[in-house]
C-alpha cells in the first residue's frame, strides 16, 4: 500500500525527510515508531533528536554516567529496528528541562543541520488523560521544538550565531505533535506493531519488568486510537498536524 494511503490526515502532504524531536530514549518508541518503521519503509529518510541522554531514569544505583551510556545503546538499537541510523544527542539534564532560549537555539541548529521538511515531537499542551505523556521534560521539548520550527530556525534573525557557525535558515512546513489533544492524523502501523514493540523491548533498562504486558498495552492503544479516530478494527498512531507554511 503506497505511503499516503497508509496517512489518514486533513491535507495530502507526505514527508521526503523527518526529524523527530524527543526529550528522553523511549519517548519515541512509545509514540511513533510505528509511523517511523512505516515511513522508513517507504524511503522517508528519518532522524532522531534527543534532548537528553535518560540520566535520570531506572535503575536507580547506577550513576548518571552509566545510564548514559546504557540508554543511549538501547536507543541506537531501538531505532535500528523502525529503520533509523541517525540519532543527535543533545546532552540536556534530564529531568530538568525548561522551554528557554538555550534549549530553542540547540533545537534551532539541529533543524537547520538536518534540514526535514517534517518534525514530530511532543505536544506543548498537558493532557490530564495521559498523564505519563504530560512528563515535564516532555512538555518543554514540546514548547522548544514548536519555538524552533516558528520562528527560530527559518529566521536569519533569530540567533545570529548560528548563520556565524554555517548553518542557514531552514523553514519546516509540517508539525506533527504527539500524545496531544484533537488528533488529525492517523498513520496505520498494522504492518509495523511488531517493530515498534521490538524496539520498546530493547529498552531493556526501562521495560524488562513489563515484557509480557507491554505488547498487549500498545496493540491495545493502537486499535483505541484507531476506533476513536473512526477507523475500525485497524491499529493506528495519531498526531495533531500544525501547518506552519
Known amino acids: 500500500m503506497a505511503l499516503a494511503e497508509l496517512i489518514h490526515a ?26 517511523v518503521a512505516t515511513l522508513t519503509d517507504h524511503g522517508v529518510e528519518v532522524v532522531y ?18 545510564l548514559t551510556e546504557i540508554r543511549q545503546k538501547e536507543q541506537t538499537d531501538a531505532a535500528a529496528i523502525v529503520g533509523v541510523t541517525e540519532l543527535h544527542w543533545l546532552g540536556f539534564p534530564d529531568g530538568h528541562l525548561v522551554a528557554d532560549l538555550e534549549l530553542r537555539k540547540a533545537l534551532a541548529r539541529l533543524i537547520r543541520v538536518v534540514r526535514p521538511d517534517l518534525v514530530i515531537t511532543h505536544s506543548p499542551v498537558r493532557n490530564l488523560e495521559r498523564i505519563y505523556a504530560a512528563h515535564p521534560d516532555h512538555l518543554a521539548t514540546g514548547e522548544a ?3 524552533a520550527v516558528y520562528p527560530d530556525a527559518r529566521n536569519g534573525h533569530s540567533f545570529p550565531e548560528l548563520l556565524t557557525e554555517g548553518h542557514a535558515p531552514h523553514a519546516v512546513p509540517r508539525l506533527w505533535l504527539m500524545t496531544g489533544y484533537e488528533n488529525n492524523l492517523h498513520v496505520e502501523i498494522g504492518d509495523t506493531i511488531d517493530r515498534k514493540i521490538e524496539a520498546l523491548l530493547a529498552h531493556h533498562s526501562q ?9 498487549i498495552m500498545i496493540r491495545d492503544w493502537a486499535a483505541d486510537n484507531a476506533a476513536a479516530a473512526g477507523l475500525g478494527e485497524r491499529l493506528v498512531e495519531s498526531f495533531k498536524v500544525v501547518h506552519t507554511e
Open 10 to 35: 486533513v491535507d495530502d502532504f507526505v514527508p521526503s525527510k523527518a526529524l523527530l524531536i524527543v526529550a528522553h530514549p523511549d519517548d519515541i518508541d512509545f509514540g511513533a515508531a510505528g509511523t
Open 49 to 66: 533528536g534527543l534532548v537528553t541522554s535518560g540520566q535520570a531514569g531506572e535503575p536507580a544505583h547506577l550513576s548518571p554516567a552509566e
Open 145 to 147: 521544538a514548536v519555538a
Open 207 to 215: 521495560n524488562s519488568d513489563r515484557a509480557e504486558m507491554l505488547p
